[in-house]
């Protein structure tokens, strides 16, 4: 389902899907939902505004593999049961999986020559996974951001544009994996966490000699 509403000065678009599946095999049903909004302003001439959101809801069973003597059996089945563990079916073995994903940008034009493009961005995921012998969660909030300024000039019959930026991005992640068995005896809080992040800084050029040259070099730091 899609919705377009307004005109060429400020449109937003709204969107749903849903999708299921029954699968091939036992525990292989799906599920998938995905909703998003979408919108551009253009606040005046020379500035854009840009902004999103996405989510997305997934699961999935997952039926375990087979050995030979079990796929020549019935390969439709589910991975069966043992002494020492479950089989998918009694695990309910599966993905559950949650994203959500925001963002905003501005592009603003100074003059002919000089514009700047910024953006930020925030996401979340929730990552759940009951499996035949372990059982695991994942928790993963990030977010960055991203500036540009871009020069564009004319000499004669060249052309020439130059990029020069800086992005940045920070993650902080959370995990947990145990045995099928303890997963309901021991608390969730008992997980590890890590943080992860990045900077970039750079500077591209791009000289333009139509027919004869068209170059692109650049640098970055880390």
Request: net charge positive; hydrophobic share 35%; charged share 20%.
């Amino acid at each position: 389902m899609n919705l377009r509403l307004g005109d060429n000065d400020h449109r937003t678009i709204i969107s749903y899907s849903h999708q299921t599946s029954d699968g091939y095999r036992q525990q292989s049903q799906m599920r998938r939902d995905v909703a998003s909004w979408e919108t551009l302003l253009k606040a005046a001439t020379n500035r854009h505004i840009h902004a999103y959101i996405l989510y997305s809801d997934l699961y999935y069973q997952t039926p375990g593999a087979l050995t030979l003597a079990e796929y020549n059996k019935d390969p439709r089945m589910a991975r069966p049961g043992s002494a020492t563990q479950p089989s998918a079916i009694q695990a309910k073995a599966a993905i559950f999986q949650k994203n959500f994903t925001a963002g905003f940008s501005n592009e603003y034009h100074f003059n002919a020559h000089w514009q700047n493009t910024t953006a930020v961005y925030g996401a979340y995921t929730d990552f759940t996974n009951p499996g035949i012998r372990v059982y695991e969660l994942r928790q993963e909030p990030h977010f960055g951001g991203r500036s540009v300024f871009q020069y564009k000039t004319e000499l004669g019959a060249t052309s020439l544009q130059v990029n020069a930026g800086a992005e940045a991005q920070k993650g902080f992640s959370k995990r947990a994996i145990m045995p099928i068995s303890w997963a309901r005896r021991i608390p969730w809080r008992r997980m590890t966490g890590w943080a992860t992040g990045s900077t970039l800084a750079f500077c591209t050029g791009r000289p333009e000699i139509p027919g004869r040259l068209d170059l692109d070099g650049g640098s970055e730091l880390q």
